[in-house]
């Protein structure tokens, strides 16, 4: 089922974040219905670095390519600003379709952006973004396509004027809307009361952000349609890395980290190399 097909029903999707086939692999053997590629997760995980608008366009449509690859799962996929002004956005939507993707999220920030819960960002006009969501809207290829309008003006220009620019961005042609960083449930509640009737709503759950952790379920109930999970995988791989490392450092053997991972054998069961090898035989393909 597409994205656009899905979001027809009344349940909540849960879309976790992923960064490369294994991870995409991973979310969709778990049950997912659709997946998110972060940008965040993307600059943690090839580049070491964090999210202020260091992962290029090209990074992210070759990451794009190679999960669609390894999943039939719609993807949303973290389009940062479009990468510079309209006409880049259009660009950004050609590139980032043909990789593969079901939506772009676009974001009002100026560029180079940064993380929505990182502290002193700035915004282009209203008009500037609206105007990138037009352009966007024209450049796609199918109307399957969907735009993610993000709006990060809660922690810029205040609650209210957050709210205004998603009119805006509504009005402009954008087919979810994604206010950023709401900073209590009241404001939640509010979005949900203002929006949800009109268009799909996206809430971003970030560990340890400026938003309360919210289950699907309550939100659900607050007249959301998506959320998103952005970093989760990264921030439990990374706690889950560096205990290794220091486990092997330490002990200079994986003996004592064995019951947290996997051996040879359960790595390959679940990468389906059992199934790769079996398909080169049918193809007569010789290893």
């Not at 940062?80 to 002004?85: I, L, V």
């Not at 206010?179 to 009109?198: M, S, W």
């Amino acid at each position: 089922m597409s994205l656009k097909g899905r979001l027809q029903k009344n349940e909540i999707l849960v879309a976790p974040g992923v960064y490369d086939g294994l991870t995409a692999a991973l979310a969709t053997d778990a049950g997912f219905e659709a997946l998110y590629l972060s940008g965040a997760a993307v600059a943690y995980t090839r580049l070491g670095r964090p999210d202020i608008g260091l992962s290029t366009a090209s990074e992210m449509a070759d990451t794009m390519a190679l999960i669609a690859d390894r999943t039939p799962l719609p993807v949303i996929i973290d389009a940062d600003t479009g990468f510079g002004n309209a006409l880049n956005a259009q660009r950004t939507m050609r590139v980032y379709e043909r990789a593969g993707a079901s939506a772009l999220q676009l974001e009002d920030q100026t560029y180079p952006k940064r993380c929505g819960h990182l502290a002193d960002k700035s915004l282009i006009s209203t008009t500037e973004m609206a105007g990138k969501i037009a352009a966007m809207a024209d450049a796609r290829a199918s109307d399957e396509t969907l735009i993610v309008a993000r709006t990060d003006a809660i922690a810029v220009e205040g609650f209210s004027a957050a709210l205004d620019r998603a009119e805006a961005y509504v009005e402009a042609g954008a087919d979810i809307l994604f206010v950023e960083a709401p900073q209590t449930r009241e404001q939640l509640v509010a979005i949900g009361a203002q929006f949800a009737d009109r268009i799909p709503l996206l809430a971003n759950m970030v560990e340890g952000g400026s938003t309360p952790i919210t289950g699907a379920g309550d939100l659900e109930q607050r007249g959301f349609s998506i959320v998103i999970f952005p970093g989760g995988i990264v921030r439990a791989l990374a706690r889950t890395a560096r205990d290794y490392y220091q486990s092997l450092h330490a002990n200079g053997s994986n003996k004592q980290f064995a019951d947290r991972m996997f051996d040879f054998g359960g790595l390959n069961d679940v990468i389906g190399t059992k199934e790769q090898l079996e398909l080169g035989v049918r193809y007569g393909t010789k290893d």
